[in-house]
């Protein structure tokens, strides 16, 4: 039999989302942010994360999804990329799930636009669909954002 997998889940706009345990650094409330001038729009920017500077993704915003009602404060899922940490902002967390590989399904033909570009899959659990992310794609503006960083970083 094969491994269960474990997912660290969260809620984008009553959307259930799943990252793999492994690849989540923490989860955490709200942090104050600092702006990044001339940073893609999904960056919201950076947060000091106990001395550690992190760039923050609303994944609303990259995922194209209506903006966050603005008495609702976003929660971060801090996840380990390539560049290092990424916080990505979300508007709830959710358990750690536990699932096996049957209950996995390539990403249904009714899902369309950025969210269909960025899961792997979904599992379908008793009560939701848990939409597995693809942190890479996620945070393929992070990337980009850091790069152009660098670079106006080493002109001054």
Known sequence: MAQPHQFCTFYLDKLMF???L??????????????IPLA?????GLMNLRGQIVTAIDLRRRL???????DMLPMNVVIRSADGAVSLLVDEIGDVVEVGDESFERPPETLQGKVR?????????????????????????????????RRLASTT
């Open 18 to 20: 799943g990252v793999e």
């Open 64 to 70: 194209e999804l209506a903006d966050r009602p603005e």
């Open 22 to 35: 492994q690849k989540v650094q923490e989860v955490m409330r709200h942090l104050e942010l600092t702006g």
């Open 117 to 149: 570009e960025v899961i792997l899959g979904v599992h379908k659990l008793d009560r939701h669909l848990m939409h597995v992310l693809d942190t890479d794609k996620a945070c393929e503006t992070v990337a980009t954002a850091t790069s152009m960083n």
């Open 40 to 44: 893609p729009g999904v960056v919201s």
